[in-house]
Antibody, heavy 116, light 113 residues
Framework: EVQLVESGGGLVQPGRSMKLSCAAS????????MAWVRQAPTKGLEWVAT????????YYRDSVKGRFTISRDNAKSTLYLQMNSLRSEDTATYYC?????????WGQGVMVTVSS | DIVMTQTPSSQAVSAGEKVTMSCKSS????????????LAWYQQKPGQSPKLLIS???TRESGVPDRFIGSGSGTDFTLTISSVQAEDLAVYYC?????????FGSGTKLEIK
């Protein structure tokens, strides 16, 4: 059974950093691209970033370019999202997803609140 | 960026009724080389993460009831639920994966009368 379990969220002040993790199991992690998608409270879904199966290619939405970094450790079957210079508009539930054209499995999500 | 427009924003139906919801893209999602439409539908029930229902505009994922039917091509797509059940209460999102950034529609909220 495919499982994606996010961790690392919480309350953070504007301008500070936070790193999210996603532990994957139930499939060969190194064979799949992965992505982060977020959802602000009571809002819709917004793609954040994608990383290729081997980590050689990464893609970001414009609003997080230069602030967020997606990475992976295939030996640990873990996906990461390093978030720097956080803003109030980054407040959202962040979902880890497997990207198999389209996003075929989603984690339960982790809440990130950016507030002073 | 490809803009995805979903209508209606909400819809209330009785159990057993048929419901249709629309998703339109600002450019064609049909890739000429493989004749596939890069369009997916997701279901998000209250308090849950999204679940993939349909990929390639009309291919149901394993385990998805056959009352969920995806159709359309190019820029116009439809999700039909042939006979709504109480457990179908959810927000339904379409998503294009033709190009980066991946983009989603704003969702159709399905309410059961």
């Amino acid at each position: 059974e495919v499982q994606l379990v996010e961790s690392g969220g919480g309350l953070v002040q504007p301008g500070r950093s936070m790193k999210l993790s996603c532990a994957a199991s139930g499939f060969t992690f190194s064979n799949y691209g992965m992505a982060w998608v977020r959802q602000a409270p009571t809002k819709g879904l917004e793609w954040v970033a994608t990383i290729s199966y081997d980590g050689s290619s990464t893609y970001y939405r414009d609003s997080v370019k230069g602030r967020f970094t997606i990475s992976r450790d295939n030996a640990k079957s873990t996906l990461y999202l390093q978030m720097n210079s956080l803003r109030s508009e980054d407040t959202a539930t962040y979902y880890c997803t497997r990207e198999q054209l389209p996003l075929d499995y989603w984690g339960q999500g982790v809440m990130v609140t950016v507030s002073s | 960026d490809i803009v995805m427009t979903q209508t209606p924003s909400s819809q209330a139906v009785s159990a057993g009724e048929k419901v249709t919801m629309s998703c339109k893209s600002s450019q064609s999602l049909l890739y000429s080389e493989n004749k596939k439409n890069y369009l997916a539908w997701y279901q998000q029930k209250p308090g849950q993460s999204p679940k993939l229902l349909i990929s390639w505009a009309s291919t149901r994922e394993s385990g998805v009831p056959d009352r969920f039917i995806g159709s359309g091509s190019g820029t116009d797509f439809t999700l039909t639920i042939s006979s709504v059940q109480a457990e179908d209460l959810a927000v339904y999102y379409c998503e294009q994966y033709y190009d980066t950034p991946l983009t989603f529609g704003s969702g159709t909220k399905l309410e059961i009368k």
